[in-house]
């Protein structure tokens, strides 16, 4: 069985308007919300074997988080310059290669990629995947990882407001 948690960034903080995009930091519901999404997620019993994630400052925390609670070595995290601004087609291929030599991989990204990237794989429609909202999809051992269309099984849709709840 292979595993993605497809996760977007937490929420950022727009108080410094002259701040580029990349280096925005996470505001106070950010740094609120990555800890208790990760805590979310350990409690569940995910540990994932490499986490991946974009260099910008808000999805670097968010990694951070989710290494922290899981107990993933922060220095192990890997980060991918083109994660920060990636198309759909990079993410396919960057999770097809790296499924070859792992099971459970953790990417923490952006939107819209990571709500067009979970609604494709998984074949249904999730609205949007909100700030640190993490999409869990399974891929059978018969055929691994595919980027073609409602392939990956959709096992739970959290995100900071639902509740609790595992929305499928």
Known sequence: MKRVY?????????????????HRPLNNRGKKDGPAMANRLCAAGVRPDLIV????????????FMAE???????????????YLGSFSYYCRLIATLLEKIDVLFLVGHNGTITELAEHLCGCSLGNVPTCGVVALDYSDEGGFSDTAGRGKLTFFWYPKDGGGARK
């Open 6 to 22: 497809l996760i977007r960034h937490a929420k950022s903080s727009w108080s410094d308007p002259g701040l580029d995009d990349f």
């Open 53 to 64: 994630s974009s260099p910008a400052v808000r999805a670097k925390k968010t990694a951070g």
């Open 69 to 83: 609670a899981t107990g993933y070595h922060q220095d192990a995290i890997q980060f991918d310059n083109n994660l």
